[in-house]
T-cell receptor, first 115, second 111 residues
Framework: EPEVTQTPSHQVTQMGQEVILRCVPISNHLYFYWYRQILGQKVEFLVS????????KSEIFDDQFSVERPDGSNFTLKIRSTKLEDSAMYFC?????????????FGPGTRLTVL | SQKIEQNSEALNIQEGKTATLTCNYTNYSPAYLQWYRQDPGRGPVFLLL?????KEKRKERLKVTFDTTLKQSLFHITASQPADSATYLC??????????FGPGTRLSVLP
């Protein structure tokens, strides 16, 4: 069964450094998402992406965040200057359509630790 | 303010019994509601979607109900097994734009 993959599984960085989290969505999906989950808290929507542009973003997704689809398979989340409070699990998801009636398939996540 | 609540943070039941998890929401009008399973350190896995005009949806041992008057969804696992132990998340359609997740209920099925 096709699945969403994410790399790395765990990223440790120093505060103020830039990190790039990578995702390979399911191949025939067109809509991509990033969510984060701070330890012990709920899953929070960050951004949705379609046709090489952001469809929607939450209040969390401020100027330090950016997303990109650099080629036909990868989807990346960049955090420009990491803060301690950015430590969380980051999940990528993809779906065949943007309709909220459509299933989103989540990747295994990247655990980001900011020291 | 908008709020999604899921019953008790943790629920323990005996193997073979039916687990019932609740999801209550305030100040949302979801057209769809989804239930996910999340295992520790893993991403959510989609289980079921129910539409606002559907009262009940079933899939194998799973059953979901959706009462838009009570603003509540119930998620049932019948004949529960230790392998069903996980955190279960409800997620509401947020005006067709994205999903908003509840805090989850951690279910433990005891042998």
């Amino acid at each position: 069964e096709p699945e969403v993959t994410q790399t790395p599984s765990h990223q440790v960085t120093q505060m103020g450094q830039e990190v790039i989290l990578r995702c390979v969505p399911i191949s025939n999906h067109l809509y991509f998402y990033w969510y984060r989950q701070i330890l012990g808290q709920k899953v929070e929507f960050l951004v949705s992406f379609y046709n090489n542009e952001i469809s929607e973003k939450s209040e969390i997704f401020d100027d330090q965040f950016s997303v990109e689809r650099p080629d036909g398979s990868n989807f990346t989340l960049k955090i420009r200057s990491t803060k301690l409070e950015d430590s969380a699990m980051y999940f990528c998801a993809s779906s065949a359509s943007l309709k909220t009636s459509d299933t989103q398939y989540f990747g295994p996540g990247t655990r980001l630790t900011v020291l | 303010s908008q709020k999604i609540e899921q019953n008790s943070e943790a629920l323990n039941i005996q193997e073979g019994k039916t687990a019932t998890l609740t999801c209550n929401y305030t100040n949302y009008s979801p057209a769809y509601l989804q239930w996910y399973r999340q295992d520790p350190g893993r991403g959510p896995v989609f289980l079921l979607l129910i539409r606002e005009n559907e009262k009940e949806k079933r899939k194998e041992r799973l059953k979901v109900t959706f009462d838009t008057t009570l603003k509540q969804s119930l998620f049932h696992i019948t004949a529960s097994q230790p392998a069903d132990s996980a955190t279960y998340l409800c997620a509401l359609d947020n005006y067709g734009q994205n999903f908003v997740f509840g805090p989850g209920t951690r279910l433990s099925v005891l042998p």
